[in-house]
């Protein structure tokens, strides 16, 4: 009797191990598919654009006078300076949107004649693009007025209010990325899951028509992200 009831108890355990056996494999092999899924992905990269018009515009003025003697060198500049803050509050500026930046003097002689060059540089800072334009078109109105800007001397028109647009065009960017990735897992015979993660990208403002250059810029640019989406595939 004993020994039948033993008989019994091992065959049972191994009934349970058998079981236990079977189970876990297919716990297992039931764990490694859905993991097998888990891990399937697609990367796509998604594109927002967007044109804005610069809110700053800011003018680096450089002028000089050169001479022989100081004091009539330093008069020139003066009345340079002069006929500048005249041209600007003719165009509607205000006083205090135009500062001095700093000057210098330089000498040297040459065949016992000493020449003397000032050179005066200004800072023209205004919000209204629209006026900073039109003294651009109207600068020649200076050479009239006696003084000749130098080179360097250009209008640069900046766009200070990215971060207004930077939630819409992350948006955007991950809208045209999933869009992407639909096509992708269309054309695989799967479906567009959730996010498995995401890079915002780098946000820059160029100019709209790519006319700026060198010596030049425009008010009108276009402000771009490329943001990278990982997507997981049903």
Request: some cysteine; hydrophobic content about 40%.
């Amino acid at each position: 009797m004993g020994l039948e009831y033993r008989d019994k108890v091992l065959l049972g355990c191994a009934g349970l191990l058998a079981l236990g056996v079977v189970s876990g494999g297919y716990l297992l092999g039931d764990g490694l598919k859905r993991a097998k899924a888990a891990d399937r992905s697609v990367t796509v990269r998604g594109l927002a654009e967007r044109n804005v018009t610069a809110d700053l515009a800011t003018w680096s003025i450089s002028y000089a006078a050169t001479g022989f003697d100081l004091p009539a060198v330093r008069a020139e500049i003066d009345n340079n300076t002069k006929e500048l803050k005249a041209y600007f509050a003719g165009l509607g500026f205000k006083p205090d949107a135009l500062t001095p930046t700093g000057a210098g003097v330089n000498q040297y002689i040459n065949n016992g004649v000493n020449t003397i060059t000032i050179t005066q540089r200004m800072l023209l800072r205004t919000t209204d693009i629209a006026l900073a334009q039109r003294a651009v078109a109207q600068q020649f109105d200076l050479v009239r007025r006696g003084v000749t800007l130098q080179e360097g001397s250009g209008m640069r028109y900046s766009f200070t209010k990215l971060n207004d647009v930077k939630p819409p065009m992350v948006a955007a960017a991950t809208k045209d990325a999933r869009a992407a990735a639909e096509q992708f897992a269309r054309d695989s015979g799967a479906s567009v899951g959730g996010i498995k993660s995401a890079t915002q990208g780098y946000f820059s403002i160029e100019p709209r028509d790519g006319e700026a250059d060198g010596s030049s810029d425009t008010p009108y640019k276009k402000v771009r992200v490329v943001t990278t989406v990982d997507f997981y595939l049903n």
